[in-house]
């Protein structure tokens, strides 16, 4: 079996995946935006500085979810992690910028 069709038929709708590099300016930069149709979603550090991720943009830096420098991940899914796959993401950094890649998977 295919599997788009393995997928279609556990979730009941086809999914897509999009993913983008986002420039983190401190002191923080929204790297992905509330969407309750997203079931999952990775972002990978490629910078020389640590980042810090959190669902609310007043979480301080070095609090929440740390992504280490040169490839560090954190990654959500919606079975494993529930609804906070839906919320928004804020990067936060201490001084300068960082570069990360953020892959998205939503419902079509």
């Not at 983008?20 to 997203?38: D, E, I, M, Y």
């Not at 280490?68 to 529930?82: H, I, K, Q, T, Y």
Request: hydrophobic residues 40%; contains cysteine; negative net charge.
């Amino acid at each position: 079996m295919p599997v788009h069709d393995y997928l279609k038929g556990r979730y009941g709708f086809n999914l897509s995946a999009d993913d983008r590099t986002v420039t983190v300016t401190a002191p923080l930069t929204q790297v992905l935006s509330n969407n309750p149709r997203r079931v999952g979603w990775t972002v990978c550090n490629r910078s020389s500085y640590p980042i810090s991720l959190s669902f609310k943009w007043e979480t301080p830096f070095g609090e929440g979810l740390l992504v280490p420098a040169g490839g560090g991940v954190v990654s959500m899914f919606l079975e494993e992690d529930g609804e906070a796959v839906f919320y928004p993401v804020f990067a936060r950094l201490e001084a300068g910028t960082a570069t990360v890649w953020v892959y998205e998977v939503v419902e079509e």
